[in-house]
């Protein structure tokens, strides 16, 4: 099982950015799947996740700007980021909580690799 993630990169102040998640491999099914986020030298925190029913939990810090949707079908996540700030500068880290196989064994988290995002003043 692996997470590809995509999107991300340098935009200005008050813009828009998007960021994707898709998970492959051998799935049974996914609970919760979001995005963690890590600027330098701060602690990686939660941005915002999702559960396989649709609910969601959004960090007060993007609240109103940020966006969590998924594709169920589709294994995927998207992260709508809007109104960026230069305090969303980070590395973001898509994550799912993923039971492989047959189904019997647990869940248990896989992350993708990390994006780049840049905002300027």
């Known amino acids: 099982v692996q997470l590809q993630a995509s999107g991300g990169g340098l935009v200005q102040a008050g813009g828009s950015l998007a960021l994707s998640c898709e998970a492959f491999?051998?799935?049974?099914?996914?609970?919760?799947m979001g995005w963690y986020r890590q600027a330098p030298g701060k602690q990686r925190e939660l941005v915002a996740s999702?559960?396989?029913?649709?609910?969601?939990n959004v960090a007060d810090s993007v609240k109103g700007r940020f966006t969590i949707a998924r594709e169920g079908a589709a294994h995927a996540a998207f992260l709508q980021m809007s109104n960026v700030k230069p305090e969303d500068t980070a590395v973001y880290y898509c994550?799912?909580?993923?039971?492989?196989?047959?189904?019997?064994?647990?869940?248990?988290?896989?992350w993708g690799q990390g994006t780049q995002v840049t905002v300027s003043s």
């Open positions: 491999g051998n799935i049974f099914s996914i609970h919760d």
């Open positions: 994550y799912a909580d993923i039971v492989i196989g047959g189904g019997k064994n647990r869940a248990a988290p896989y």
């Open positions: 999702i559960t396989s029913g649709g609910s969601t």
